[in-house]
T-cell receptor, first 113, second 109 residues
Framework: SQTIHQWPATLVQPVGSPLSLECTVE??????LYWYRQAAGRGLQLLFY??????ISSEVPQNLSASRPQDRQFILSSKKLLLSDSGFYLC????????????FGSGTRLTVV | GIQVEQSPPDLILQEGANSTLRCNFS?????LQWFHQNPWGQLINLFY???GTKQNGRLSATTVATERYSLLYISSSQTTDSGVYFC???????????FGGGTRLMVKP
């Protein structure tokens, strides 16, 4: 089964500072990878997904970007954080050939001050 | 894209009670999952159930794909069942999991 590692668990950053959140996956190869954001305790919004190395699709325009430098590594970044970037960020993985569902990491709670 | 709606939005139960959570979706699905989000924010996969019925201890789920709904049953609820329950689905033409708004459950001792 898949295991997803996310870090850090919590992060407090000032407005205008850069951001880098990392997600790594174990137990699968060539997974589809996803970044979701949850604001105000409910409602997960898909931010980015990737079906392979270097392939990134964005679902909503925003101050964030994503990269996939390795098969099982997915990074969420920002050059300058905004207050509205605060939220709970979750990385997810899916093996597209297994017929199984999504597995989520434990999340990063970001507060921009 | 697919629309996913959950009801009720909030639910308060006395410990030991049973409950049913509902998820309606707007299109045919090839993936439907139920998740429990604990107070620390972690999303725990409960069921992968695009169709049929599954049971895991006190929890069970049924998806009737032809009628576009899924139900999550919680029997003999415990305080540790508290949290938010999400239903999420992918339609046959899509690749991304779309979440419902969640049901916030509080089980009182």
């Amino acid at each position: 089964s898949q295991t997803i590692h996310q870090w850090p668990a919590t992060l407090v950053q000032p407005v205008g500072s850069p951001l880098s959140l990392e997600c790594t996956v174990e137990g699968t190869s060539n997974p589809n990878l996803y970044w979701y954001r949850q604001a105000a305790g409910r409602g997960l919004q898909l931010l980015f997904y990737s079906v392979g190395i270097g392939q990134i699709s964005s679902e909503v325009p925003q101050n964030l970007s994503a990269s996939r430098p390795q098969d099982r590594q997915f990074i969420l970044s920002s050059k300058k954080l905004l207050l509205s970037d605060s939220g709970f960020y979750l990385c997810a993985s899916r093996d597209p050939f297994s017929g199984y569902g999504y597995t989520f990491g434990s999340g990063t709670r970001l507060t921009v001050v | 894209g697919i629309q996913v709606e959950q009801s009720p939005p909030d639910l308060i139960l006395q410990e030991g009670a049973n409950s049913t959570l509902r998820c309606n979706f707007s299109d045919s699905v090839n993936n439907l999952q139920w998740f429990h989000q604990n107070p620390w924010g972690q999303l725990i996969n409960l069921f992968y159930i695009p169709s049929g019925t599954k049971q895991n201890g006190r929890l069970s789920a049924t998806t009737v794909a032809t009628e576009r709904y899924s139900l999550l049953y919680i029997s003999s609820s415990q305080t540790t069942d508290s949290g938010v329950y999400f239903c999420a689905a992918i339609n046959n033409a899509g690749n991304m999991l779309t979440f419902g708004g969640g049901t916030r459950l509080m089980v009182k001792p």
